[in-house]
Nanobody, 123 residues
Framework: VQLQASGGGLVQAGGSLRLSCAASGRTFSRYGMGWFRQAPGKERDFVAA????????YYADSVKDRFTISRDNAKNTVYLQMNKMKPEDTAVYYCAADRSAVLTTLMSRYDDWGQGTLVTVSS
């Protein structure tokens, strides 16, 4: 599956952004989906994941209660709503697809990756 992330930009601390990840292919609805991020000079880290039904989700502790992952299988799109943003949320955000549909935080389990979208949070 091909993934196209969008929605990044510059936001002030305390503000909100919504990222979108559009997927090609008719099997999107069977994939687990995740968001990861990579800050400058740091490793790529897990942010959030959602099951193929949308009924279950995992979050990194650093974003819990601020970010929400969701999906619309009819539109082949997964979203990441980011609220109460902090400067430490600044990173390139990547969406990824897990063909095994197992809800996982492990980067190695994801098969397909989008190109990333830059999010910058100013203080």
């Amino acid at each position: 599956v091909q993934l196209q992330a969008s929605g990044g930009g510059l936001v002030q601390a305390g503000g909100s952004l919504r990222l979108s990840c559009a997927a090609s292919g008719r099997t999107f609805s069977r994939y687990g989906m995740g968001w990861f991020r990579q800050a400058p000079g740091k490793e790529r880290d897990f942010v959030a994941a959602i099951s193929w039904t949308g009924g279950n989700a995992y979050y990194a502790d650093s974003v819990k209660d601020r970010f929400t992952i969701s999906r619309d299988n009819a539109k082949n799109t997964v979203y990441l709503q980011m609220n109460k943003m902090k400067p430490e949320d600044t990173a390139v955000y990547y969406c990824a697809a897990d063909r095994s549909a197992v809800l996982t935080t492990l980067m190695s389990r994801y098969d397909d990756w989008g190109q990333g979208t830059l999010v910058t949070v100013s203080s």
